[in-house]
């Protein structure tokens, strides 16, 4: 079973002493270099130039919207619905898109249920100081993330 795969240069591996658990690498092209010609703010990993050249332009362009053609920019699309993939502390379950995991049965279930307590007891300790509206009272939604 054992793969005999020399590691090539250059490379990191990262083993605990004990040897109890697998070693983790990191294999690289070349390793990171410190670049000190690089303007500040940008990150001295940053390797390539060019890639700070195009992140100013694009950023003096966000700052100065007047430099945008009127009319002739870009369509702003909608923004449509990101997937956004992750993993949910509540459900201990990972999941490819956040929209549908939240409004899915075991989610929900969760945030229904009393497991905020411990949250709520908390809160309770605070003290509230915004004014209350005489407007009728939304029920707070028991949701999160
Ligand atoms: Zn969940």
């Known amino acids: 079973q054992k793969t005999k795969n020399k590691l090539k240069n250059p490379f990191l591996k990262v083993e605990d002493r004990r040897r109890r658990y697998r070693p983790f690498y990191l294999q690289l092209s070349s390793f990171p270099v410190v ?4 303007p500040k703010p940008y990150s001295p990993f940053e390797t390539e130039r060019k890639n700070i050249i ?5 950023e003096n362009k966000q700052r100065n919207p007047a430099n945008n053609d009127k009319g002739k ?3 702003q699309l909608p923004a449509k619905h990101k997937k956004r993939k992750g993993y949910c502390e509540c459900c201990l379950k990972k999941y490819d898109d956040l929209q549908i ?3 899915s049965e075991q989610h929900q ?3 229904q249920s009393s497991h905020y307590q411990v ?3 908390i809160i309770s300790k ?3 100081n915004f004014v209350e509206l005489s407007t009728p009272k ?3 939604r028991k949701c999160s993330v």
């Open 35 to 38: 670049n000190y010609s690089n």
């Open 54 to 58: 195009a992140h100013k332009q694009i």
């Open 73 to 75: 920019g870009p369509v």
């Open 101 to 103: 995991h939240v409004e």
């Open 109 to 111: 279930n969760f945030a």
């Open 119 to 121: 949250v709520d007891d």
């Open 126 to 128: 605070f003290s509230c």
């Open 138 to 140: 939304i029920k707070r």
